[in-house]
């Protein structure tokens, strides 16, 4: 294993561990690079830190219980980093939903510099 994959290991292991304990927007001020690119299943992405800084906090205000989430794997390749995840969350005026998620990071210089989140809602 080169160490790159051992640095993206150890940052993406990090960034993971910041969103299970709730640190969704510490972790994103941490991980993310000032231009990332980030996309919602095929939807365009957004780009820029301050577009999808807003989002995110649009996201967690959009919460009205969490009830939990959970890393089920994970894998780097090269400059690459994947996340399996299952999301159980009641969001205002939406009620409870059972999600399943993967993020796919891409990582430059130590921060994630674009990421795509596949998932179906239901």
Not at 8 to 21: A, F, G, H, Q, Y
Not at 37 to 51: A, C, F, I, Q
């Amino acid at each position: 294993m080169s160490t790159t994959q051992l640095d993206i290991r150890t940052l993406d292991k990090e960034l993971n561990t910041m969103i299970l304990s709730g640190q969704l927007l510490e972790g994103f001020e941490k991980f993310y690079a000032e231009d990332c690119s980030l996309r919602e299943n095929s939807e365009e992405p957004r780009v820029g830190k301050d577009t999808n800084r807003e989002f995110e906090k649009a996201f967690i205000d959009s919460i009205e219980e969490f009830h939990g989430a959970e890393l089920l794997a994970s894998a780097v390749s090269g400059d690459v980093s994947f996340s399996e995840w299952a999301w159980d969350v009641t969001f205002k005026g939406a009620g409870r939903v059972l999600m399943a998620q993967v993020s796919v990071r891409r990582w430059k210089d130590g921060l994630v510099a674009a990421e795509r989140f596949y998932y179906n809602k239901g």
